[in-house]
């Protein structure tokens, strides 16, 4: 156990005024949450704007309305991606196909997709994992003719853009997260954006049956933002770290997904958001070209790119293991991700009907992630490269 400096693998920013605009938030409800929704509309240049409880919530709500615009049951996903995204899925009803990827840029393999495609194909689920853009209008190109949606899972991607064009505003309806490792956060919650008249008016239909975020729970989440201001700084970090019981670092399959609408203390912790949003991808950026040049790593992204996390393929798990347990001794924050593809999840094994995938087992078996936040210093960056130093890329 690392006592002392000890750097999050993910962090977003919040002070401890946020936490202040989430009290005043409670005193003007219907006014913190307009904000919200108007700054989102207007810095994202879409029609429509919904804020829900979780970036799961968030993809759960738009297949449910998806699904009420078409018989279709089946809905592509990366094999290997979070495992909210399948859990999203099944909260929905729907039948998860799971597609293998490309390695590179952990999007799918576009020969697999077309031929995952068929006559009951609701939806694909085109996601940017730790902020790597995915081909969307590649995906769009063999899914318009065949009349199947476009879903973004932008959650790990807010802010960035490809090509010239914002991720998340690409598909048909797009998801951000503003979970506590993101590139903003409110602790959690989620945001579901779309140009559709159609998607937006099945959304509103059942936006309008979800509940409003209790008292006793909007007191929670003040207490845990609060807790999570002070702790998530890597003077602090090493604390929660230390406690096993609080699962930092592990992946659960959720199997519990509340479908609320976004508390009043939340949005108004979302005040200077486009502010916090944009120091907190020009860290990213910066931090992801640092490591690139330092570690002669090519980057999915060339250009100046805000990575969530700078993922890494390595040529070996042995390698891999190496590098993560000198990191967790040193506290540097390098750290894995997904532990398996989504077929190999116990809830998933059922569905997948023992299909395989090579691609997304290789990426899980070596895929390591190196830190891009704000909190990382350079003497972190410094001390992180010297650990990575060697690193050899698959």
Known sequence: MKIGRTIPPAAAPIRLKDVWYGLRGLVSP???????????????????????????????????????????????????????????????GLRPVPCDITPSTFDFDHRELEAALNDDTLCVVAHHLFGVPSAVERIRSLCGPRQIFVVEDAAQAMGAEANGRRLGTLGDAAIFSLGRGKNITCGSGGIIVTNSSDVAGALARRYRELPRPSAAEQLKDFVKLLLMTIFI??????????????????????????????????????????????????ARATSAQYFSRTLALPLAHASAHPYLRLPVVVSSSRERDRIYLQSTKRGLGVSLAYPTPVDEIPDMRGVCSGRRFPTARRVADNLLTIPTHHWLSDKDKRAIADLCRGLSAA
């Open 233 to 282: 700084r890597p003077s602090m970090y090493w604390i929660p770290a230390a406690l096993p019981f609080l699962g930092l670092g592990r992946t659960i399959f959720p199997k519990h997904i509340p479908l609320e609408r976004l508390s009043a203390f939340k949005a108004g912790l979302l005040r200077d958001w486009r502010t916090l949003l944009a120091r907190s991808n020009d």
């Open 30 to 92: 219907d006014g913190a949450l307009k904000a919200a929704e108007d700054g989102i509309r207007e810095e994202f240049g879409v029609a429509h704007v919904f804020l829900v409880s979780s970036g799961t919530a968030a993809l759960a709500l738009t297949l449910e309305a998806l699904k009420a615009l078409s018989p279709r049951r089946e809905v592509v996903i990366p094999a290997y991606t979070c495992f909210s995204v399948p859990a999203a899925v099944l909260k929905a």
